[in-house]
């Protein structure tokens, strides 16, 4: 829940109060009808404030409008200090010279930073075009969307290739069960996560943000619990593999 919500709810639960003493001032109300109200009012806060901290423990942080741009990939290398996880389909939302900068940077001036990309295998023709079809209505876009992962893959290990070594932090491997949702996960620290729908973007569609991916309590734990399994189980690209044994024979020759 938002925390701008409760900040709100407690104001003006503070406000209700207030007004409530000012009318007993003016309006003559019955002994048992102020107990009455005074009991109702203050019961308020605490009940809401118990209500949000029963949500807070279970790692649900806070729900954000699209408007808000929570999943902005830019906004999160910048502001992530260790890790960076990433789950979707095409990752598109890399494809642009400001991001390939800002990940460059943090390689080379972060030695412990890491990060991973898991994307959808484009050989998988058939699933694509069904997708396709229900989220767009035209099969055909599968098209663009392989041309999209291709991209993002060759910008990956364009990466990867410029910076050598520091390099090797940065990883992208591709799965074959086509995602509903997709997924940030910043530091293991909290995850961003929102989903494909019919006829839109996620980047249209609300974030769910849950905290503490290591607590087994809280919903975040489940979700960085199958981003690794999908990891674990997700194949290397062809052109990483190729280039992985290039820089081995280089290095032995």
Same mark, same amino acid.
């Given at each position: 829940?938002?925390?701008?919500?409760?900040?709100?709810?407690?104001?003006?639960?503070?406000?209700?109060?207030?007004?409530?003493?000012?009318?007993?001032?003016?309006?003559?109300?019955?002994?048992?009808?102020?107990?009455? #109200? +005074?009991?109702? %009012? !203050?019961?308020?806060?605490?009940?809401? /404030?118990?209500? &949000?901290?029963?949500?807070?423990?279970?790692?649900?942080?806070?729900?954000?409008?699209?408007?808000?741009?929570?999943?902005?990939?830019?906004?999160?290398?910048?502001?992530?200090?260790?890790?960076?996880?990433?789950?979707?389909?095409?990752?598109?939302?890399?494809?642009?010279?400001?991001?390939?900068?800002? #990940? +460059?940077?943090? %390689? !080379?001036?972060?030695?412990?930073?890491? /990060?991973?990309? &898991?994307?959808?295998?484009?050989?998988?023709?058939?699933?694509?075009?069904?997708?396709?079809?229900?989220?767009?209505?035209?099969?055909?876009?599968?098209?663009?969307?392989?041309?999209?992962?291709?991209?993002?893959?060759?910008?990956?290990?364009?990466?990867?290739?410029?910076?050598?070594?520091?390099?090797?932090?940065?990883?992208?491997?591709?799965?074959?069960?086509?995602?509903?949702?997709?997924? &940030?996960?910043?530091?293991?620290?909290?995850?961003?996560?929102?989903?494909?729908?019919?006829?839109?973007?996620?980047?249209?569609?609300?974030?769910?943000?849950?905290?503490?991916?290591?607590?087994?309590?809280?919903?975040?734990?489940?979700?960085?619990?199958?981003?690794?399994?999908?990891?674990?189980?997700?194949?290397?690209?062809?052109?990483?593999?190729?280039?992985?044994?290039?820089?081995?024979?280089?290095?032995?020759?």
């Amino acid at each position: 829940m938002d925390k701008r919500f409760v900040i709100v709810s407690l104001m003006l639960g503070v406000a209700a109060n207030v007004a409530y003493a000012l009318l007993l001032r003016i309006v003559e109300v019955p002994r048992s009808v102020q107990t009455s #109200l +005074m009991i109702v %009012l !203050l019961l308020i806060l605490p009940f809401l /404030v118990l209500h &949000l901290r029963h949500f807070w423990r279970r790692g649900l942080v806070n729900i954000w409008d699209a408007k808000d741009e929570k999943f902005n990939l830019l906004n999160q290398i910048h502001e992530s200090k260790r890790s960076l996880f990433f789950l979707g389909v095409s990752a598109r939302t890399i494809m642009q010279p400001q991001i390939e900068a800002a #990940l +460059m940077q943090k %390689l !080379l001036t972060n030695h412990e930073y890491e /990060v991973r990309f &898991l994307l959808f295998d484009r050989s998988e023709t058939r699933k694509l075009r069904r997708r396709a079809l229900e989220e767009t209505g035209n099969p055909d876009a599968a098209n663009e969307w392989a041309t999209a992962m291709g991209s993002t893959i060759e910008m990956i290990l364009r990466i990867k290739k410029t910076l050598a070594r520091a390099g090797d932090r940065l990883q992208v491997r591709t799965y074959r069960s086509f995602p509903v949702f997709r997924m &940030l996960i910043i530091d293991n620290r909290y995850v961003l996560m929102n989903y494909y729908a019919k006829d839109r973007f996620p980047a249209e569609l609300p974030c769910l943000e849950t905290g503490a991916p290591g607590n087994p309590s809280s919903f975040g734990y489940a979700f960085a619990k199958y981003f690794e399994e999908m990891w674990s189980e997700a194949q290397e690209t062809i052109l990483e593999r190729d280039t992985a044994v290039k820089s081995s024979a280089a290095e032995n020759a």
